[in-house]
Structure formats: C-alpha cells, structure tokens
C-alpha cells in the first residue's frame, strides 16, 4: 500500500506540472486505446476506486469471524 501511495503521490505531482497546451496532448494506452492526457485523472481515479472495491470484498471475505458467525468489528 505505501509503494502505491508513493507512486500514486509522483503521479499526481506530474500531473500537477502540465501546462493547460499540454492537457490536450493524445497518446495510445495498452487496453484502452486513444486518450488524451487530460482523459488521465478521470482514469486513474476509476482504476483507484476498482481497487478500493476489491479491497473492500477481500477485506469481508478474510474478517475474523465472531462466536456468531458474523464478521467482528
């Protein structure tokens, strides 16, 4: 999580150096195809909130269970 964070921080600074001529700046991305630079925070920010998901089931799905079966808070 702190190597994500690190990395996700260095991302969000260099998107913090582009220049408004920039933004419109085209390139091609693995699986997804033609996008825009500007298109880049929008992305990022759906694959965090994939993440955020699976972390979410995975974190219910391994939760010490409780004398009742449930998971304990």
């Known amino acids: 999580m702190r190597a994500f964070a690190r990395a996700r921080q260095h991302n969000i600074g260099a998107l913090a150096r582009v220049t408004p001529a920039e933004w419109s ?10 996008v825009a630079l500007s298109d880049i925070p929008r992305l990022m920010a759906a694959h ?26």
């Open 25 to 34: 700046r085209r390139g091609e991305q693995q699986g997804i195809g033609a």
């Open 48 to 73: 965090d909130a994939e993440h955020r998901e699976e972390i979410k089931a995975w974190c219910a799905e391994h939760a010490p269970q409780g004398a009742n079966g449930t998971a304990s808070s």
